[in-house]
């Protein structure tokens, strides 16, 4: 069964529609974070959340907010969307919040803005 | 800041032969943390291997790697490849404990063939 999973698999959003990525985990880790992939891109870190408090936003627009209702979720809003916002989405968890700490990843949601 | 280079996008092999996925990394801090996650199809990308230790080889599911500070190298070996092996490789970089951020390279798509 899958530890970490994220929802919608796959999602279709007009140019300046919202949407919500889902992620939940049931690893009993204490960090979350979300990862974006955009084509032919390295997996580029967005933002990273331990014990529910937002630790670290890399993301240069506030377009993307994160939302952390419980501790093993951690959910994406995107507004606004753009054609550029077209990726794959990972949502991660590791135990503790660290560089040192192995990631684990769901499945992804891959969405595309037309 | 911290990067990651994996200079073969697509390395094609025949099964039997050896495998190796080239990694070097840069970064200011001494002790970094080098991983090297695997990306099957249709499946979560997961750990494969992680080391910080200088010259010391890890291992895990028959691959190997060693970290050398020296040439800021931790390349990604094994001595036959299986059909089972194709899949994204990616070489990730953390430049100390006390961070989130967890730098990927671009990538490495290995394709086994008989």
């Known amino acids: 069964d899958p530890k970490i999973i994220q929802k919608p698999k796959y999602l279709v959003a007009v140019t300046g529609s919202e949407k919500i990525l889902i992620c939940e985990q049931y690893l009993g880790h204490n960090a979350m974070y979300w990862y974006r992939q955009s084509a032919k891109k390295p997996l580029e870190f967005m933002f990273s959340?331990?014990?529910?408090?937002?630790?670290d936003n890399q993301t240069a627009s506030s377009r993307f907010q994160p939302q952390s209702s419980k501790k093993n979720h951690l959910d994406l809003q995107i507004t606004a969307l753009k054609p550029d916002d077209s990726a794959t989405y990972f949502c991660?968890?590791?135990?503790?919040?660290?560089?040192?700490?192995?990631?684990?990843f769901g499945s992804g949601t891959r969405l595309t803005v037309l | 800041g911290d990067s990651v280079t994996q200079t073969e996008g697509l390395v094609t092999l025949t099964e039997g032969l050896p495998v190796m996925l080239n990694c070097t990394y840069q970064t200011i801090y001494s002790n970094p943390f080098l991983f090297w996650y695997v990306h099957y199809l249709n499946e979560s990308p997961r750990l494969l291997l992680k080391?910080?230790?200088?010259?010391k080889r890890t291992e895990h599911q028959g691959f190997h790697a060693t970290l050398h500070k020296s040439s800021s190298s931790f390349h990604l070996q094994k001595s036959s490849a299986q059909l089972s092996d194709s899949a994204l490789y990616y070489c990730?970089?953390?430049?100390?404990?006390?961070?989130?951020?967890?730098?990927f390279g671009t990538g490495t798509r290995l394709q086994v063939s008989p």
């Open positions: 959340y331990s014990y529910q408090k937002l630790m």
């Open positions: 080391s910080s230790t200088d010259n």
């Open positions: 991660a968890s590791s135990q503790d919040w660290g560089g040192a700490e192995t990631l684990y």
């Open positions: 990730a970089l953390s430049g100390r404990s006390n961070t989130d951020k967890v730098v």
